[in-house]
């Protein structure tokens, strides 16, 4: 009797086993089945935020000249990827935006000037921000929280 109790269990025993085998290998043959979704290989190109707009650069540098009667001026910049200083006329039109100025009558030669261009399609420097800095007017005029600097020591507060 006891040899025919471990038969039962040898045969039952077997059977599980060989089942999981079948139900594992129907697994990976359905898996195999479906086909995997292929990767992209190429980057999708965003879109322009505004359709013939180009990139917008950008440079800074010292004003050189202006030129109110063809809407330019003249700037003189490092050019980081040559190490070297350039000179470039830069273009304003309607869509050109002033910061720190009203407009571009108010630039002046030896202002330091920020300025946000596209380059054309014929290579010209279109400006979109032309940003005057004028950091003699922050010097002249401390924050109202710091007392201005006299040489003599600070009176202590009474109370």
């Known amino acids: 009797m006891r040899k025919s109790i471990w038969l039962v269990l040898s045969a039952m025993f077997s059977l599980v086993f060989f089942s999981g085998i079948v139900l594992a290998a129907d697994d990976n043959s359905a898996q195999a089945q479906v086909p995997a979704a292929e990767p ?16 917008l650069q950008w440079l800074w540098g010292e004003v050189k000249s202006v030129d109110a009667a063809n809407k330019e001026i003249t700037v003189n910049y490092l050019d980081y ?11 304003t039109d309607e869509k050109t935006n002033f910061e720190n100025i009203k407009a571009l009558a108010d630039i002046k030669v030896k202002d330091t000037v920020s300025v946000d261009y596209v380059l054309t399609p014929d290579n010209k420097y279109l400006a979109r921000l032309v940003s005057i800095e004028k950091p003699e007017e922050m010097l002249k005029e401390p924050p109202a929280d710091v007392p201005a600097a006299t040489g003599a020591p600070a009176a202590p507060a009474t109370e």
Do not use: M, T, W, Y
């Open 81 to 91: 990827e040559s190490d070297g200083e350039k000179e470039v006329k830069i273009l």
């Open 40 to 55: 992209e290989l190429v980057a999708p190109v965003p879109e322009p935020a505004h359709p013939g707009e180009l990139d």
